[in-house]
């Protein structure tokens, strides 16, 4: 199983930016799927999950509104589509899943949102 998360970038507060992750040795569809984010000097958090089989998703308060997960079955990708961005939403956003009780974890992509 290999996650590839892809999509970073530096935007200005506002902006909106979408992060994908592509999955490959595991179909997505049936998995349930997180974006995580780590900003410097502080714990990794959960920032949303979609759950695996259906469009059931959650969020984080702070992005509540803001972000939306989904997924792409034909592509085997999950999305994170960010708009309204803010400053402290700068992070390394990873995504995750689960498979036969392993974690699989994205090599993590950069997001920098200036003021």
Do not use: H
């Amino acid at each position: 199983v290999q996650l590839q998360a892809s999509g970073g970038g530096l935007v200005q507060t506002g902006d909106s930016l979408t992060l994908s992750c592509a999955a490959s040795g595991i179909i997505f569809s049936i998995e349930t799927v997180w974006w995580y984010r780590q900003a410097p000097g502080k714990q990794r958090e959960m920032v949303a999950g979609i759950v695996g089989g259906t469009t059931s998703a959650s969020y984080v308060d702070s992005v509540k509104g803001r972000f939306t997960i989904s997924r792409d079955n034909a592509k085997n990708v999950v999305y994170l589509q960010m708009n309204s961005l803010k400053p402290e939403d700068t992070a390394v956003y990873y995504c995750k899943t689960n498979r036969a009780g392993q974690s699989f974890w994205g090599q993590g992509t950069q997001v920098t949102v200036s003021s």
